[in-house]
């Protein structure tokens, strides 16, 4: 499923035009993300949890040259599954 497949799902359900529904379903991706960038849990129930995961830096090899590098600290998103939603795929 694709972002427009998912704003169709919604326009759809909810008998409300497609450009309506696009715009609520980038507000919830916007809320997420400006949570996840404020260093917030988004904790939706039955479904799962968003939150950061902090990598430190650390020393690294280029597979081509064999040389070593240096790989910068960073932040991903990660998401764990929620009971309901683990339990509903089999």
């Known amino acids: 499923m694709t972002k427009a497949d998912l704003i169709d ?3 759809n359900k909810t008998e409300l035009p497609r450009q309506r529904a696009e715009e609520i ?7 997420i993300i400006g949570a996840l960038k404020n260093g917030d849990k988004v904790n939706i129930s039955g479904f799962g949890t968003f939150s950061i995961s902090h990598r430190k830096a650390r020393t690294g090899r280029n597979p081509k040259t064999g040389e070593t590098i240096q790989i910068a600290s960073s932040r991903a998103a990660k998401f764990k599954p929620g009971k309901t939603l683990k339990e509903s795929l089999g």
Request: net charge negative; charged share 20%; aromatic share 10%.
């Open 25 to 31: 379903v980038n507000g919830v991706f916007d809320d």
């Open 9 to 11: 799902s919604v326009a």
